[in-house]
């Protein structure tokens, strides 16, 4: 049996999933700290289930994301070594820097050796400013960390109070500016996240549990717990890939869809596209900074059932929820009201709401079905310009190679896939006027959980080697090293990544058959004067994303 | 604020050789470099996906011998389409500039192609003006070519067209490949003093490129008032390119970027791909997106190996001389310089260097008082020990008069009888067709 737990805005949920079958369901009200809700989701869950029969947990929790978005962190200072290239000052870095003198090129060679002084000065800085957490981001750190290396013995050795962390040791992704924010933001969220796991594994102990648990991460994949601690960032925005793996658990394998989870205040939209989530092309951002963070592609639009209807000009506007929907007792007409107007929902009579929407129609001089058509017609719109976007950047991908430009034609999708409450009634109107095919699935209102608990763990690794300078580096923090073989061509080159990932597999916890799949290899020879000098290998290799199983379901497609 | 547009297409599978400077490796250190300054989060700079051309846009430029498949790989295509995206991009407002950061290069590819010359099969500029003026109707294009390398082919293709400025800067032709582009090739007797070759003495630096910019450059440029400005943004005169001669440093390509303000930047050659190409581009780039250049500074840059001597500091000026005489001087009109004659004609001997092809060609152009007129080319070319391959080409201009257009066909229905050649082209660039014969068939 599997677990899946959920933490969203206002309910956590849990489920059970045993073979093909989601076998209990669970809702709680989120607490302000998230730990209790996911205590109490566990609690309810087992009050009629074996503990010993449960394989493992995984959570999709809003921990990480909240801290950062709410800024409850602690003030965290960055030193730069920028070297060569555009200047920090327009990049997007999230905190207080310190530019230093130090560079590293593209080979990873050292070009400017580092200034100790100025480091010294640096920390003299931030502690006066009574900040004690610092980042080191070097550009090309990934190539080589040795001047990283070098910042952080110094500040350990000559500043013990301080916290350090270097980029490398975070992700190896060819943008210091987001390894640089990675860096800052997970040595920022730490601390939360070792009481976080503690509370979590003394939570299990009391409850009998003894299977592993995992986190899920922005991408769709799931990390093991004690593995989160040292990639914390890698859980924020779990929830919108939550969603869309339990929407492909109701639909198939080769499965592309529009995931549409509409919400109180938001709508989030996500493609599948035959039976993959679609990520973001470079990655997350978070408070407009840029991370190195994989995560799905997730277009967001402060729109949904809740959002209320006003009349500015003689024109119909949407702003901010104000509350719940008039029907179900909130202070002002909303979207939701309209559909059940209009007979696409029946959460609520449509009598309590009459009078005020032929009022306000006959105010636009209209009839109320002509008010009801037109909003719930601007909704769609909005939702639709916001889904052009999203299907815009997809086809607008780069492609740095031949065979990728040849390669076929992209497919939009044709069906929409509706999660959330008032996604029933939108849905149904969708399909009426847009010819798409809409599917409402049987849990939709668990879909969440269910997509935590059949995530599978996934890693990915991009592997460079340069055989002349006998170097080798990859995307995941920290890992680079001395290539003690030649490295003569490709195929030696991904037996020697294959070996180095398989390790990283192991300290992941990752079972051993797990499928490895290559996502590109290529060879690039390195000449100078008319003379081959060496190789320059990129290898990228992961293991086969995609969720556990598919759900058996009844449900009615509209 | 505009947003710039890039697409970056390295063709990481692609090489004309495994060893030659057109090869796989040559922006894989730009890419990093790209890549890890994590400018493309910016969001005043825009990434597209590349496109392919479509045949009709290179036959619009071209007559390939014998035909556009034989002369072309799918790279060729990409890379003359990444062109035409940001130029739709930037037609459609998009963009307010676009740099297409792409391989393989295209403009030493003439308006006949027997092979590749100087690692160009594909002229991308004259794909992108000819492309733009079809579908947009622009007329007035200059194009402002910053290879070191003479920049003949895209000279070759819109020699004859006055609403084409052409200018090139250049290493001089006597010191570098392909051993063109002086002064006196200033345009044909219809198109005169709309081709401007500036040819630099070798190891010209950082000053010397920048006052040709703006001694003779802008002020011509200001003058002809073009639509749209392209650049060909060839990155080999920086200081330690391996194939030629001058002193050029990244600020020094990203100043003339900045001033220059071109409405699309097409990369051309440049072949110092470690020490040169990451931080050019960078420039570049950050230089098109208005960002500030000034710490993009080669790590082997020293400023005093890099002064520019009296004697080229003096010859530089005598050439700035050269042509703001000229441009003060009355040029001589169209009816001069056809000297009365109908017909134009002029005979040519060109190299195709990584092909090893001898082409002989003839060209005419037929003088027409309302257009630019009828052209036409004869050109034979031979391979070492491969049978010789002769063709005709008609050309009727985009902005060809009536009486023009018809005397092309005309033309085209006498020619293809006499099958004297292997292969006759006709391009219609005013109706957008374009017609092969074979002879014998």
Redesign the interface.
């Known amino acids: 049996m599997l677990i899946g737990i959920d933490i969203g805005g206002t309910f956590t949920d849990g489920v059970v999933i045993s073979g093909q079958e989601v076998i209990k369901a669970v809702k709680v009200r989120t607490d302000e700290e998230i730990s209790f809700s996911i205590e109490e989701a566990l609690k309810q869950i087992l009050t009629d289930l074996d503990p010993q029969k449960v394989e493992q947990v995984t959570l999709s929790t809003t921990l990480i994301t909240n801290l950062i978005t709410q800024e409850r962190l602690p003030q965290t200072g960055m030193l730069l070594l920028p070297g060569p290239g555009a200047n920090p000052e327009q990049l997007n870095f999230a905190g207080p820097y310190r530019v230093l003198r130090g560079a590293v090129d593209y080979r990873g060679r050292v070009i400017e050796s580092v200034d100790l002084n100025e480091v010294k000065e640096a920390c003299t800085y931030f502690l006066e400013k009574n900040i004690h957490h610092l980042v080191v981001a070097c550009k090309f750190s990934q190539r080589n960390s040795s001047l990283e290396k070098q910042i952080v013995e110094y500040i350990q050795k000559y500043y013990p109070q301080v916290k350090v962390l270097a980029s490398y040791e975070v992700s190896g992704l060819l943008n210091w500016v987001r390894r640089a924010n990675g860096a800052f933001y997970t040595l920022a969220t730490r601390e939360a996240s070792h009481v976080f796991q503690k509370y979590i594994n003394n939570t299990l102990t009391k409850l009998g549990l003894d299977c592993p648990v995992y986190m899920l991460k922005a991408d769709g994949g799931t990390l093991p717990i004690n593995v989160a601690l040292r990639y914390p960032l890698e859980t924020i925005f779990s929830g919108p890939a939550a969603s869309a793996l339990g929407s492909l658990a109701c639909l198939d394998e080769k499965a592309t869809a529009v995931v549409v989870d509409i919400g109180g205040t938001t709508t989030d939209l996500a493609l599948l596209l035959r039976g993959k989530p679609l990520l973001a092309e470079r990655g997350a951002s978070i408070n407009n900074y840029p991370l190195p963070v994989r995560s799905l592609a997730v277009a967001s639009l402060e729109l949904g059932g809740d959002t209320s209807i006003t009349i500015e000009e003689g024109k119909i506007c949407f702003t901010k929820r104000q509350g719940p929907a008039l029907c179900v007792g909130g202070p002002t007409l909303t979207v939701t009201d309209i559909l059940v107007y209009s007979g696409y929902s029946t959460i609520a009579s449509r009598d309590l709401i009459k009078e005020q929407v032929e009022a306000i129609a006959a105010e636009l001089q209209l009839t109320p079905e002509q008010f009801s058509e037109q909003v719930l017609e601007l909704f769609v719109e909005q939702l639709e310009a916001k889904l052009e976007a999203m299907f815009h950047a997809w086809e607008e991908e780069p492609a740095y190679r031949i065979w990728q430009v040849l390669a076929a034609k992209k497919q939009r999708p044709q069906t929409l896939l509706c999660l959330g409450g008032p996604s029933g009634g939108i849905g149904k109107y969708w399909a009426e006027k847009k010819k798409w095919q809409v599917i409402i699935p049987q849990h939709y209102a668990v879909a969440n959980a269910i997509g935590a608990a059949l995530a599978k763990p996934t890693l990915k690794v991009d592997f460079f080697a340069d055989t002349e300078r006998k170097t080798y580096s990859t995307n995941i923090g920290g890992l680079q090293g001395t290539l003690l073989q030649p490295l003569k061509h490709v195929e030696e080159a991904k037996k020697f990544f294959l070996m180095v990932f398989k390790a990283t597999a192991k300290e992941w916890n990752l079972a051993k058959d797990m499928p490895i799949e290559t996502l590109y290899e290529e060879g690039f020879n390195i000449v100078r004067d008319w003379q081959t000098k060496g190789r320059i290998f990129q290898i990228g290799l992961q293991t086969v994303p995609g969720i556990r199983t598919f759900i058996k379901e009844e449900r009615s497609d509209g | 604020m505009g947003k710039t547009g890039l697409?970056?297409?390295?063709?990481?599978?692609?090489a004309i050789s495994?060893?030659h400077p057109e090869?796989?490796?040559r922006l894989?250190?730009t890419?990093?470099?790209i890549?890890?300054?994590?400018?493309?989060?910016?969001s005043n700079i825009v990434?597209?996906?590349?496109?392919?051309a479509e045949e009709k846009d290179i036959q619009r430029v071209h007559f390939c011998v014998p035909n556009v498949e034989t002369q072309t790989t799918?790279?060729h295509f990409?890379s003359a389409g990444s062109a035409l995206k940001l130029g739709d991009a930037l037609m459609a407002g998009e963009i307010k500039n676009g740099f297409s950061l792409v391989r393989p290069p295209g403009h030493h590819a003439m308006r006949v192609v027997h092979g590749n010359r100087g690692f160009c099969n594909i002229n991308n500029e004259a794909i992108l003006v000819e492309y733009l003026r079809k579908k947009y109707n622009i007329r007035k294009i200059a194009i402002v070519d910053t290879d070191v390398h003479h920049g003949d082919g895209t000279q070759d293709i819109f020699y004859h067209d006055p609403d084409v400025l052409f200018i090139s800067l250049h290493q001089d032709g006597r010191t570098l490949y392909p051993g063109t582009g002086f002064v006196e090739e200033a345009g044909g007797p219809g198109a005169y003093l709309s081709n401007i070759n500036i040819p630099l003495p070798p190891r010209t630096t950082d000053e010397g490129f920048l006052k040709v910019w703006r001694k003779i450059v802008r002020p011509l440029l200001k003058k002809f008032a073009p639509e749209l400005v392209i650049n060909s943004a060839g990155q080999d005169n920086h200081f330690t390119d391996?194939l030629a001669n001058m002193l050029v440093s990244s600020q020094g390509y990203a100043k003339i970027t900045e001033e220059l303000k071109p409405d699309l930047a097409v990369l051309e050659g440049g072949y110092a791909i470690?020490t040169a190409l990451?931080?050019v581009n960078?420039g570049i780039l950050?230089a098109l997106a208005g960002?500030?250049?000034?710490?993009?500074?080669?790590?082997y840059y020293r400023r005093e190996e890099l002064k520019q001597t009296a004697d080229t500091t003096n010859y530089i000026d005598r050439l700035i001389n050269y042509w703001q005489n000229m441009f003060s001087a009355n040029p001589p009109d169209k009816e001069q310089l056809f000297s009365g004659k109908m017909l134009y004609n002029r005979s040519r001997n060109i190299y195709y260097d990584t092909d090893n092809i001898r082409e002989q060609q003839q060209e005419f152009v037929y003088y027409c008082p309302d257009c630019p007129g009828i052209y036409q080319v004869i050109s034979e070319s031979d391979k070492t020990f491969s049978r010789s391959c002769g063709i005709k080409g008609i050309s009727i201009p985009i902005y060809a008069c009536s009486k023009c257009e018809e005397f092309g066909y005309e033309l085209w229905q006498k020619e293809t009888k006499e099958k004297v050649y292997d292969y006759y082209y006709l391009q219609d660039k005013k109706n957008d067709q374009y017609l092969m014969e074979q002879a014998g068939k």
């Open positions: 697409v970056f297409f390295p063709a990481f599978d692609w495994p060893t090869r796989e490796e894989l250190y890419r990093d470099q890549f890890e300054e994590g400018i493309l989060d910016n990434e597209y996906t590349p496109r392919l799918s790279a990409i391996p470690e990451p931080y960078l950050l960002q500030d250049y000034s710490k993009v500074v080669e790590p």
